[in-house]
């Protein structure tokens, strides 16, 4: 009699925790992980709608003749496409992508179109991948996406290296939306463990642009390739804070919101130390550069502003409830807010009129500033007892393990 008095006390209790949860989840926006960031300069974030602009040109059959060219066109040259591969050429191993020389940029890009809805092959790619199953410089890594981006290095390697031989002041930049991020992420990655082979010695010369970016890398390694990675998610953006298998996501867009409020539910209720314990646990790569556009309990688009930073912990963990989850994962939003974004850098900083030899200064002191901030990202990796976590001292951004690094990095992976 008294188990049963208190049944329905229980229900009570265990209803008042759900509403709870569902008030707190309503509450909670996409502005509330960055909030706390730094700002972008125009510096930094001037490459961002240049490269979508790029990759959205994959699409195109004839870029002499667009026909789905953004308002204002593609900004480039159709002449300085060095190289294009479709999906006959890729065959099936990797998205479509091109090389372009962007002479006024002094950089040689490599652009990857993300996922095809209706190419059997792209699904492939991206659901091949079990938890743990590939370890990659110390850390786990998405398994499809690796063969993907191994396949795309071995078969541009020796034009990618006649490239930077004939043009040794250029940086050679990978940028990819969706899918095609992930792979270009991997590809950075690889590209670094084998500058040899490219004929690149510094590793600054290597820039990744991750647009709308699956999780593909453990924490370690998003961390420690901050450097290097970029990753640029617009508002509530959901796949790079999906962390259940994407093979999941894709068979159920049916009924995504559903699934996403059983994820939001079972993150929840795994305790954060948990989750940055788990060496197997998957994240968006590298430094994080995050547009808002949307404040809470407001209807409407703002002026966007994109904060950056490396984080450890935090890192784009929950899943927001946005009837704009999926719209802001679209590549055409994404150029276009990007590009809000930096001509209103543009119009506050008046960076039209600062002189070159400032331009030069500030970069430095940019360059300067995202060191410290690397540092500081990784020693508190190494505070919270991140698996496979390396203090700035040993780590080989920072001068001790570059020559150990270019010369034996590669091995685990057989190149």
Known sequence: MSIACCCPILECVYCLACTRWVWQKCLYTAGHE?????LATVEEFE??????????AVYEDDLHNPVWAPPGGYGIDPDCVFLRRNDQETQGRATPYLIYLDHDNADIVLAVRGLNLAKESD???????????????????????????EWVFEYECEVLRELVKKHPSYTLTFAGHSLGAGLVTLLAMVAVQNRSKLG?????????????????MSLNLAVRYADVINSIVLQDDFLPRTTTALEDVFKSLFCLPCLLCLMC???TCIMEEKKLKDPRRLYAPG????????????????PPVVRTAVPVDGRFDHIVLSCNATSDHAIIWIERESQRALDLMLEKDGIMRVPAKQKMVRQESLAREHTEEHKAALRRAVALDIPQAYSPSTYGTFNEMETAESSGGSSERGF
């Open 287 to 302: 430094r994080l550069y995050h547009i808002v556009e949307r404040r809470p309990c407001r209807l409407g688009r703002f």
């Open 265 to 267: 539910l079972k993150d």
């Open 47 to 56: 490459p961002v709608p240049r490269l979508c602009r790029l990759i959205l």
């Open 200 to 216: 690149i010695m510094e590793r600054s010369r290597i820039r990744c642009y991750a647009i709308a970016p699956a999780r593909c």
């Open 34 to 38: 960055s909030e706390h960031w730094g």
């Open 123 to 149: 699904y492939a790619v991206l659901l091949d991948n079990k938890l743990g199953q590939t370890k990659f410089d110390g850390g786990y890594v998405h398994n499809g996406l690796l063969k993907a981006a």
